[in-house]
């Protein structure tokens, strides 16, 4: 088992942005390096991880085109997370391989809170719902759901329709909007709390318990916000899980 007393390069790749983050001892947030996922070439990363004194990096790859990205910059220094990776707990999705690799991380991660059963919600370009449960002494993986995240509300509607402009939805808007913007505004983020209450409703009728949620994403903090929920918000969950598996291989 590796105590990670060397430096390791943790690797989130969404299809929007990619993180990296150098990690020896403990998370700085501070340190995070952003880059847009459509401007992730062999140039890019090689300028990003310039001068960092990683031994190994952790990735997890939602966008299959920027695997040799990665492959050609870090070569034998880059290990992709997926479910046959040293994760602690048992997956149960047909087929495995399916599952994607945010996704198992984000798992990992929302499990060794110790709260069970969880729900980890990814808000996103997609929005991701997984649930871990304790049974016995085993962790196990039951699935869970993805749906449109929230640019999907707005950025679908401008591009498919003739008149309607694209807009950044915000919380404090009135469910009853007096004009277009707003209504699309309203439309969007009470349409997204909806659907992730009427989820973790679902998911909760079929444990037959409560469970704990735990957000992560992008537009994570705007959706606690606005449903006044007394959720755990972890920007880093997945960036978590990928250390976790760092710290046995």
């Known amino acids: 088992m590796n105590n ?16 990296l983050l150098l990690v020896s001892d403990e998370f700085r947030e501070s340190e995070l390096v952003y880059i847009p996922t459509a401007e992730l070439t062999v140039s890019t990363l090689r300028q990003a991880v310039q001068g960092m004194p990683y031994r190994r990096a952790i990735v997890s790859c939602v966008v299959p085109e920027k695997r040799q990205v990665f492959l050609e910059v870090l070569a034998d220094a880059c290990y992709f997370i997926s479910t046959e990776s040293p994760c602690g707990i048992d997956f149960q999705y047909e087929p495995i391989s399916a599952l994607g690799a945010d996704r198992v991380a984000n ?15 990814d808000a996103g370009t997609a929005i991701t719902f997984d649930v871990v449960v304790q049974q016995g002494t085993r962790r196990v993986y039951k699935g869970g759901a993805i749906a449109p995240g929230l640019r999907a509300f707005t950025e679908y509607l ?3 329709t003739a ?18 913007v707003d209504a699309l505004k309203s439309g969007a983020i009470y349409g997204l709390c909806g659907l992730v209450r009427e989820m973790i409703a679902r998911i909760e009728h079929e444990l037959d318990t409560t469970v704990h949620v735990l957000l992560t994403g992008g537009d994570a903090e705007l959706i606690c916000r606005a449903l006044e929920a007394d959720f755990i918000v972890d920007p880093l969950l997945t960036l978590r899980g990928l250390l976790r598996v760092a710290r046995h291989i």
Do not use: M, W
């Open 158 to 160: 401008h591009q498919c």
């Open 4 to 19: 990670l007393q060397e430096s390791v390069l943790l690797i989130d790749n969404s299809n929007t942005r990619t993180k």
């Open 107 to 121: 798992a990992v991660a929302a499990a060794e809170y110790g709260l069970f059963p969880c729900v980890a919600i």
């Open 163 to 180: 008149q309607l402009p694209e807009v950044s939805a915000e919380v404090g808007c009135k469910a009853i909007a007096q004009n277009t």
